[in-house]
């Protein structure tokens, strides 16, 4: 799970689609509305970042709405917290 979560933040688009669920559920056309790119490409991004975990999703009709996987993101910032603690920068070691 980490390790495809990490992947799917390398993206720039993918971490904007998670600062936008950051507020709210929204629908997989909401997302799209602040995107510039191919309804193919934003199915592919949502769907690295559903195997990843960082989301969830929900089907209303024909609709599927995305929502912030809190969990997972709450787990990857500790993972994070934790690799700073251990690791001092260069100029604190020196």
Do not use: C, W
């Not at 992947?7 to 993918?14: F, I, V, Y």
């Not at 929204?26 to 309804?39: M, P, Q, R």
């Amino acid at each position: 799970m980490k390790e495809e979560a990490f992947k799917a933040l390398a993206d720039p688009t993918r971490r904007k689609i998670l600062k936008i669920l950051g507020d709210s559920e929204l629908s997989a056309g909401e997302i799209a509305n602040f995107f510039d790119i191919s309804g193919p490409s934003m199915s592919h991004h949502f769907s690295v970042l559903k195997q990843a975990e960082l989301v969830n999703t929900r089907r209303e009709g024909q609709q599927i709405f995305y929502s912030l996987n809190t969990t997972v993101t709450q787990d990857l910032l500790a993972l994070l917290l934790d690799l700073l603690k251990r690791n001092p920068t260069s100029s604190e070691s020196e």
